[in-house]
């Protein structure tokens, strides 16, 4: 096995430990890597935009996961004056895990 795919595995044990570590399933781990990447691409994310996206889950589970990051303090509902419009943002907990699966890259 060459030192690429050993790290690439090594990566993927570090990501079952923390996700492990915050309770996450497999959809709460797509949410937060969704948020993430729209975040670093400077683009904030709404429940709607969140439950449009059919290809990780149904609606229903992605409201269910949105609950469940919530309720744990990894996200947080971002009010606008339109009471209808909520944006999503990653917690400072939230950023806790993405940084301890960052440091297997430093």
């Given at each position: 096995m060459n030192e690429t795919i050993r790290a690439y595995i090594n990566y993927l044990k570090?990501?079952?430990?923390?996700?492990?570590?915050?309770?996450?399933?497999?959809?709460e781990t797509k949410l937060?890597?969704?948020?993430?990447i729209a975040f670093e691409e400077e683009r904030p994310l709404r429940v709607s935009d969140i439950l449009a996206m059919r290809e990780i889950a149904s609606p229903a589970t992605l409201h269910a996961a949105l609950k469940r990051l919530l309720t744990?303090?990894?996200?947080?509902?971002?009010?606008?004056?339109?009471?209808?419009?909520?944006?999503?943002?990653?917690?400072?907990?939230?950023?806790?895990?993405?940084?301890?699966?960052?440091?297997?890259?430093?």
């Open positions: 570090l990501e079952k430990v923390v996700n492990n570590k915050y309770s996450l399933d497999p959809n937060l890597a969704e948020l993430g744990r303090g990894l996200i947080v509902h971002i009010p606008q004056t339109d009471s209808r419009i909520k944006f999503v943002e990653i917690t400072p907990l939230g950023w806790k895990r993405f940084t301890e699966l960052a440091v297997h890259f430093v």
